[in-house]
Nanobody
Framework: QVQLVESGGGLVQPGGSLRLSCAAS????????MIWYRQAPGKERELVAV????????NYSDSVKGRFAISRNNAKNTVYLQMNSLKPEDTAVYYC????????WGQGTQVTVSS
């Protein structure tokens, strides 16, 4: 069955960095667009970053552009989100999602940016 397992979240001070990972199984990862979303308390889920199946194409929300970087290792069936210069407003649960036709969500990992 399809599984997406996020890891790497935690508590970090403003200006710090974190690297999230999402390990995938149960589908052909190398053929699938992967997406990172986040949801802050009381807010709607927001698309953060997208990466094409081969990794050559990426796209970011304006709120994270220049600070976050999405990447993938198709040999390891893993997608990453490198988050730098973190701000308190980046605090959220971060989810990875497999794009169509898989269309499956991970369980999320909490990121808290606070001093």
């Amino acid at each position: 069955q399809v599984q997406l397992v996020e890891s790497g979240g935690g508590l970090v001070q403003p200006g710090g960095s974190l690297r999230l990972s999402c390990a995938a199984s149960g589908f052909t990862f190398s053929n699938t667009v992967m997406i990172w979303y986040r949801q802050a308390p009381g807010k709607e889920r927001e698309l953060v970053a997208v990466i094409s199946s081969a990794g050559g194409g990426t796209n970011y929300s304006d709120s994270v552009k220049g600070r976050f970087a999405i990447s993938r290792n198709n040999a390891k069936n893993t997608v990453y989100l490198q988050m730098n210069s973190l701000k308190p407003e980046d605090t959220a649960v971060y989810y990875c999602k497999a794009g169509r036709p898989v269309n499956y969500w991970g369980q999320g990992t909490q990121v808290t940016v606070s001093s």
